[in-house]
Each structure stands twice: as C-alpha cells, then as structure tokens.
C-alpha cells in the first residue's frame, strides 16, 4: 500500500508551459515535503508545508498543502529546461520523525 | 561544508557476496537514515538511527544491518547479497526537525549479478 500517491508519474512539456502536480493521501498528515532529485544525486529539499490551505511560492513554484492535510499539489509557471527531474513528496504520517516519500513525478522540459 | 557523504558510488556484487555501504555527515545531526530508491518506487526506510547506539528497523530490512558507534557515521551492512538487493542507496541525515528536511547523500548505485 502506498501512503503517497503522485500523479502524473511521467510529465514532458515544452519550454514556457504551465504543470501542476499532485500528491495524496488517505492519511493525514502533520507536515509535507516536497523534494526535487536529478541525475546521479540525492533528492534536495525545496518546501516544507504545515498548515492545512497553505500556499508558499519559490520564484516560479508554488505549493499548496489540502485543507484536509492529506494532498499537496506543486504548481510550475513557465517552465524551464532547469526544472527538469524528479520531483517527490513526503511526509510523517506517524509522528515518528520518519518520512515517507511518493513514488515521484518525473518531469522534463523540452528547450 | 561536505553533508552527508557516501562511498562507494558504484558498486558491482555477486551473488552471495558481502559489503558495506558506508555514510558519513559533518552537521552533527542525531538522526541518520538509510533508504533504497528501486525505478518507479520512491524511496523505501530500511533502517534509522536517533542516535549513536540506537538503530531500529524501517520499512525494508531483511538482508540489512547497521550500526551507529558515533554522531557521524552509519553504514549499511548487506550479508549474502542477493539481485533483489539492485537498487541506488541512499543515507540521509536530519537535526530531528522535519521543517528543515532530511540532507541527502549522492547515493551508492549497487548491482548484484
């Protein structure tokens, strides 16, 4: 079973576009994260989200976490060829300090 | 500022042969994780630490075992590996506070034949 469901799994689009992708759950959560990861590296940290409704912006990324807290969505203005990569969420449905992660959105952007 | 490092980076194994990931970090973190990323499944916990001298099992253990001696280091253990075992291994480190998010290391890339 798993906790986080993302969607679409594999996204390609040209340079310019908008995208929005989406990450749910059954299960609430206390927090999520989100996490973008490329090539032959770790995944890096970009958001956090704690509030249900919240929205925060990094420069063209907007996150949006549910009021339900159980979805987040992460929301890409006018694309660019540098935001190619997996983008992954996460969360603590437990409380323990242990994160669980989505199975990722693979993202690339075509020049 | 040098994170979380992880050796080796590639790794080939037979099977039924043993090895060592081994993860270390310079931020004085309590708490160290190792995870398994397999095409198409996110990151699997195999196991976490809180801190030196306590480990406990994550999600994915079997044919794993760590150790946690000091802060820094945390390596993973594989006994008899076996293809299953294929996958990109990753250790992560975190203050405790989820707000500033786990500090990834660049991933061990292991394929067992």
């Known amino acids: 079973t798993q906790l986080l469901e993302q969607s679409p799994q594999f996204l390609s689009i040209q340079e310019g576009e908008n995208l929005t992708v989406y990450c749910n759950s059954s299960s609430v959560f206390s927090s999520l994260q989100w996490y973008r990861q490329e090539p032959g590296e770790g995944p890096v940290l970009l958001v956090t989200v704690v509030t249900g409704g919240e929205v925060k912006k990094l420069k063209r990324l907007t996150f949006q976490f549910g009021d339900a807290r159980k979805d987040s969505s992460l929301h890409i203005t006018a694309a660019q060829p540098g935001d190619t990569g997996l983008y992954l969420c996460a969360g603590d449905p437990f409380g323990n300090e242990k994160l669980t992660f989505g199975t990722g959105t693979r993202l690339t952007i075509i020049p | 500022n040098a994170g979380v490092t992880q050796t080796p980076k590639f790794r080939i194994l037979k099977i039924g042969q043993s090895m060592t990931l081994q993860c270390t970090q310079d931020?004085?973190?309590?708490?160290m994780y190792w995870y398994r990323q397999d095409p198409g499944m996110g990151l699997k916990l195999i196991y976490y630490?809180?801190?030196?001298?306590?480990?406990d099992k994550g999600e994915v253990p079997n044919g794993y075992n760590v150790s946690r001696s000091t802060t820094e280091d945390f390596p993973l253990r594989l006994e008899l590996a076996a293809p299953s075992q294929t996958s990109v291994y990753f250790c992560?480190?975190?203050?405790?506070?989820?707000?500033?998010?786990?500090?990834f290391g660049s991933g061990t890339r292991l394929t067992v034949v």
């Open positions: 931020m004085n973190h309590n708490y």
């Open positions: 992560a480190s975190s203050s405790g506070a989820l707000a500033y998010g786990y500090t």
């Open positions: 630490s809180v801190g030196a001298g306590i480990t």
